[in-house]
Nanobody
């Protein structure tokens, strides 16, 4: 089992920044990713990275604005979000899997999510 706990969400104005954290414990799988889901929309791939250092990989809508990084000693992954837009508003989920893929079905374990709200 893998336990994932996200933190760092909140309310921010457009153009601002937030940093999300995902603390992993248990039998951590090789890849870890961030997804997000806005109300009424499907879950969307945001970014992924391997604990080994391979990657990172980004979704097209966040490329150039978001940065995923990891701290292996803390088994924690971060998502630095800059130049936030109202359309970034969503619940952000951390997920653990084998392949580092962009599809949510490739991930075996999920955190509870953290809300990010960007006001215009």
């Amino acid at each position: 089992q893998v336990q994932l706990v996200e933190s760092g969400g909140g309310l921010v104005q457009a153009g601002g920044s937030l940093r999300l954290s995902c603390a992993a414990s248990g039998r951590v799988l090789p890849a870890i990713a961030w997804f997000r889901q806005a109300p009424g929309k499907e879950r969307e791939f945001v970014a992924a990275i391997f604990w080994s250092g391979n990657g990172p990989y980004y979704g097209d809508s966040v490329k150039g604005r978001f940065t995923i990084s990891r701290d292996n000693a803390k088994t924690t992954v971060y998502l630095q979000m800059n130049s936030l837009k109202p359309e970034d508003t969503a619940v952000y989920y951390c997920a653990s899997g084998w392949a580092g893929a962009r599809l949510e079905k490739e991930y075996n374990f999920w955190g509870q999510g953290t809300q990010v709200t960007v006001s215009s």
